[in-house]
Each structure stands twice: as C-alpha cells, then as structure tokens.
C-alpha cells in the first residue's frame, strides 16, 4: 500500500533504471504508517515516494516481510525501553525525546521495520546476494535504552547482532549518513568482532564522531565538514574502508545507507550525487568480494533524492 502523500515522479530517475539481476528489497506497510506528524522531515513520504519508484523498476524484487517479535530487539535494547515504546504507542503516541514522536502505528512500524531487516540478513548470510531493507524509522542514532534523533531502535545493530548469531564472525558497518551514528558506535564501539566506519558532517549533530573516538580499534570515524567537492568526501571514506578491512576481512556488510549526505539536503551540508553511492557499493563489492552487502536504510529528507540514492546504490549491489 502506498501513501497518499506520494510526490509526483520525475524522469531524472530514468538514467538509473536497474536492468541486470532483481536484488531483493524487503519492506513492510506498517513502516508507511508511522508518522511523527505535520512538518516533520522524516515523514511517511519518504518511503511511500521510494516504494513507488522500486515498483517501475524491472531489476527489483520488492518482497513484504514478516514482522519481528521483540527477541532479537531485546539482543541491542533493554526490555524497560522497548515496553516503554509499546506502550506508548498503545496510548496513540507522543514525543519520546525532543524531536523523536511516536504516533499509534509506531510500535507496529518498529516490528515490521525490523522484520524486513532480518529478512535481508538471512537473505544474504544464506549465500543468496545482496539485499536493502527499505524500511523507517530509521535506526543509528537509537541507543540502548533511549531513542534519538528521529529513531526508535537500532536497526543495523540489531541486524549485526542477528547476522552474529547465525554464525557470521566478523561484520563490517558502514555509515554514510551525513550525520554520524552515535548509538552504533556506542552499540559495537567494545565489540571487535563489528567494525564501524562512519562518514558524517562534523561538528553537527549529534556532536560526537571525532576521528580520536576508536573503540578499541573498531571504529573508523571520518568527520568532516560541509561544502567540500564530493571526491574528497568518498575519497576519504574508502580510505577509511581501506583501513578498516587491511588484515580483518568480514563476512558481512551492512551499510546505514542514509542518503542526506546527497547536494540539496535540508538536515545536512555534504554535496553527494546518486552516481557517488553507485561508486562506493561497487568498491566495496570489489574489495571484499565474498562479503554480501546488506543495506538499510537511514536517513534522507528529500523524498525524490532519496529515491534516487536507493536506486544509486541498488545498482551498485547488482
């Protein structure tokens, strides 16, 4: 089911029509229903925009979930937390933290959302390929007992803990988001079984992200600042891949596949293009060549550039 506040489609999406083999993209309609309210940026129609696009492309296999059960959120978050969310849900919303609003569907968003999340992972530890996780809230500013900026929990967390424990040893995160993913990092930050590489607007919020914050040795912070050409934004982020992955191969990637790094973005200054996320899968497909790659997504408050970006990287997955 698509949203009624779906923006009008344009043709500039046309060049990144996806022709080679369907690369499956897990979703589920309660994520379209959770609605932090009017003139909130993450709003329903950044998905239901994406959703429309996915559905003209002959190269995606658009595939509704199952929704999760609360055992693999309780491996990130505390049971207090997530009781709290259901809760007030129950009650039919309210403001969880400053600009982070649950309405009645939340809860239900929160379930469906992880249900595609770990349909995409079993999907690609399976040896089935690559897969995205289209799916909202988004996740990597959640922390363990309190959401944040916008998310409710942590949704690529919860996709390495699950990807964990079916076996896989070592699982690279890469976040492109403009802004950086505090509670990933504080998440994985002591686990050297998950390395993080973030590349994010600095100093902006949330205000943590500075290169010295190492975990111990997982985490590959690359801040920068706004307005720079875009080749030194994805130059010094696959520098910081490089690091990350010289002497330490995963068996996973997942990607916090934010798209408000992209020109034109109102909650960020990065000056990105759709053909620059198209780059980095590829490299990263080149690179660790017997790692799947997993993306979900993250942030982006343009619904049509949103769109394009998703399109950008599914290419790239191919």
Partial sequence: MISGNTAPLTSHLLPLTITKMPTPVFTHPSCLKHDPGPGHPETPARLSV?????????????????????????????APYLDGLESMSARGGGVLF???????????????????????????????????????????????????GFCLVNN???AARHARRTGEERVLIVDWDVHHGNGTQALV???????????????????????????VGNVFNVPRGPGKPPGLYVGDLWSAIVAATTGWTPHLVLVSA?????????????????????????????????????GLLEGGYVPERLAAGVLAHLRGLQ
């Avoid at 199952?66 to 693999?72: A, I, L």
């Avoid at 400053?98 to 595609?116: E, P, Q």
């Fill in 156 to 158: 690529v967390v919860v």
């Fill in 50 to 78: 994406l959703l429309a696009h996915l559905r003209q492309q002959p190269g995606v296999e658009l595939s509704q979930a199952q929704p999760s059960g609360r055992e693999p959120l309780l491996a990130v978050h505390a």
């Fill in 189 to 215: 930050e002591s686990d050297p079984a998950v390395r993080y590489v973030s590349l994010h607007q600095y100093p902006w919020y949330p205000g943590t992200g500075a290169a010295d914050e190492r975990g």
């Fill in 258 to 294: 934010g798209f408000d790094a992209m020109t034109g973005d109102p909650l960020g200054g990065f000056t990105l293009e759709p053909e620059h996320y198209t780059d980095l899968t590829q490299r990263l497909r080149d690179r660790l060549p017997s790692a799947p790659i997993v």
């Fill in 98 to 148: 400053l600009d982070t609003i649950l309405n009645r569907d939340s809860w239900a968003a929160v379930l469906g959302a992880t249900g595609a999340v770990l349909a995409a992972v079993d999907h690609a530890v399976r040896g089935n390929g690559n897969a995205f996780a289209a799916v909202r809230p988004p996740g990597h500013h959640a922390l363990a007992a309190r959401g944040m």
